[in-house]
């Protein structure tokens, strides 16, 4: 029974871990990365500074929406 137990909450884990990657686009999240770098350095940006970074990691003006 033990056995059962952990090895449900093993496949929750991994089923989980997998879906994370899944979701996880590299464009988006270096933009995200690069936009937070840009507030921890300065943070009264201009939404111009912002909005430059989504330009040039080409994300697409419905996508900001989201964010």
């Known amino acids: 029974?033990?056995?059962?137990?952990?090895?449900?909450?093993?496949?929750?884990?991994?089923?989980?871990?997998?879906?994370?990657?899944?979701?996880?686009?590299?464009?988006?999240?270096?933009?995200?990365?690069?936009?937070?770098n840009l507030l921890k350095a300065n943070p009264d940006a201009r939404a111009q500074a912002v909005a430059d970074v989504f330009i040039k990691h080409g994300i697409d003006h419905p996508r900001i929406a989201h964010f």
Do not use: H, Y
């Not at 449900?8 to 871990?17: E, S, Y």
């Open 1 to 36: 029974m033990e056995f059962l137990i952990i090895g449900l909450f093993a496949a929750i884990v991994a089923f989980l871990i997998w879906r994370s990657k899944q979701n996880t686009d590299p464009k988006e999240q270096a933009c995200a990365i690069e936009i937070g």
